[in-house]
């Protein structure tokens, strides 16, 4: 449930102070009135324990079911995070903290497949036109994306397949940008669902401090229209969307929020990225298993996707009026921010909030395709590609 933070605390007692004072000084006008209470307005669902399967079926409970979100004869797209699929054959990007859980994304399709979706497309555009879904595999390797959506259409009425984004759009679909683009081409997969779930790896970001539900949609715009080639051989976005500042590169997938407005979030709280992310490598990007940090794996879940993005922030050890991203979004009305109208379903915050090395932030300022990959996220590739 929400605790009140300690901001909260002193506002509330000064303003009980100044009323009392008030009420001394006009006395035999009426007992000073009560400061309102303020009603949640966000919930987010939070579930501990080791079963990323069950704990996932028990958020979405915890928020109203996932029958509330989605309905008979919808389409829904799943967004994950698969940055680093591409290399999953020499090494699994799921268990250094990577990419989002498929035991997670299971669970999420079936409980859609469940409530009567005709159709569950999970989809991304990572670095490569073609991902190898095959190489999406659980932690304990029984099972991957391509066998379950095999096993899931077979076993429901509707279908789940899996999408790689550049290659199995069937168009692009150009939305508003506030930003110097003017418009933004998206998948036409997102544009056209019913319903649009993201379910981000919790990661803090060399160029956009915190990389969760929101920056997740940075992946379904098209690699030949906003990527450079790089060697020694992958795409990146990197030198093509304005990444001078974490407002830039805000302003971007923030407009995509905008325009999709996804109906849920599910953040995989299980094994994550720390300080210069969003990879494990050469620079400070670190695995962070929550097993060790909090004890057992975490999963959250809200109907608002800036109110889980503010709760993941917190739990990882971040001011979120710090993050650029989730004050924009608050400005924007894309969701809320603050803490007081935010209840946690399930847990205390203080219970969840773990360290967490910040990342230290390295906006690339002027583009040039032919220079060498700026980031850490391009130089921990490199080195990884040899």
């Known amino acids: 449930m929400h605790e009140m933070s300690r901001r909260d605390f002193l506002r509330a007692s000064a303003l009980a102070a100044g009323g009392a004072a008030l009420g001394a000084c006009h006395e035999g006008q009426g007992a000073p009135q009560e400061p309102p209470v303020r009603t949640p307005t966000a919930h987010v669902a939070a579930v501990r324990g080791f079963d990323l399967y069950g704990m996932t079926r028990e958020a979405l409970q915890d928020i109203g079911g996932i029958e509330q979100i989605v309905?008979?004869?919808?389409?829904?797209?799943?967004?994950?995070?698969?940055?680093?699929?591409?290399?999953?054959?020499?090494?699994?990007?799921?268990?250094?903290?990577?990419?989002?859980?498929?035991?997670?994304?299971?669970?999420?399709?079936?409980?859609?497949?469940?409530?009567?979706?005709?159709?569950?497309?999970?989809?991304?555009?990572?670095?490569?036109?073609?991902?190898?879904?095959?190489?999406?595999?659980?932690?304990?390797?029984?099972?991957?994306?391509?066998?379950?959506?095999?096993?899931?259409?077979?076993?429901?009425?509707?279908?789940?397949?899996?999408?790689?984004?550049?290659?199995?759009?069937?168009?692009?679909?150009?939305?508003?940008?506030?930003?110097?683009?003017?418009?933004?081409?998206?998948?036409?997969?997102?544009?056209?669902?019913?319903?649009?779930?993201?379910?981000?790896?919790?990661?803090?970001?060399?160029?956009?401090?915190?990389?969760?539900?929101?920056?997740?949609f940075i992946g379904v715009t098209p690699l030949e229209r906003y990527a450079h080639w790089v060697e020694p051989g992958y795409w990146d976005r990197g030198m093509a969307f304005d990444h001078s500042t974490t407002q830039s590169i805000a302003a971007i997938y923030l407009d995509i929020v905008d325009a999709v407005k996804p109906d849920l979030a599910v953040v995989d709280?299980?094994?994550?990225?720390?300080?210069?992310?969003?990879?494990?490598?050469?620079?400070?990007?670190?695995?962070?298993?929550?097993?060790?940090?909090?004890?057992?794996?975490?999963?959250?879940?809200?109907?608002?996707?800036?109110?889980?993005?503010?709760?993941?922030?917190?739990?990882?050890?971040?001011?979120?009026?710090?993050?650029?991203?989730?004050?924009?979004?608050?400005?924007?009305?894309?969701?809320?921010?603050?803490?007081?109208l935010i209840e946690i379903v399930g847990e205390r915050l203080r219970d969840l909030q773990v360290e967490w090395e910040h990342a230290t932030l390295r906006n690339q300022l002027g583009y040039d395709p032919t220079a060498a990959p700026a980031c850490p996220f391009a130089r921990q590739l490199a080195h990884r590609l040899g």
């Open 71 to 216: 309905h008979p004869g919808e389409t829904v797209f799943i967004k994950p995070n698969m940055v680093t699929l591409p290399w999953a054959q020499s090494g699994s990007p799921f268990r250094i903290g990577e990419c989002t859980k498929p035991e997670i994304i299971i669970a999420v399709a079936e409980e859609c497949l469940k409530a009567g979706a005709t159709e569950v497309i999970v989809g991304d555009g990572s670095h490569m036109p073609e991902l190898d879904w095959e190489y999406a595999t659980t932690l304990n390797g029984g099972t991957n994306l391509v066998a379950e959506a095999e096993r899931l259409s077979s076993q429901y009425e509707g279908n789940m397949r899996v999408a790689s984004l550049e290659v199995d759009s069937p168009e692009w679909v150009e939305v508003p940008s506030r930003t110097y683009l003017g418009t933004i081409a998206i998948s036409s997969l997102v544009a056209h669902a019913d319903r649009v779930i993201s379910i981000p790896v919790a990661k803090t970001h060399a160029w956009a401090q915190l990389t969760l539900s929101l920056k997740n």
């Open 269 to 340: 709280f299980s094994i994550g990225v720390e300080g210069d992310g969003p990879s494990v490598g050469t620079n400070n990007g670190s695995t962070v298993d929550m097993r060790e940090r909090l004890g057992s794996f975490l999963v959250l879940a809200s109907t608002d996707i800036v109110a889980a993005d503010a709760t993941a922030a917190r739990i990882m050890d971040h001011n979120v009026y710090d993050v650029t991203q989730l004050r924009m979004a608050s400005e924007m009305r894309l969701g809320e921010i603050n803490e007081s």
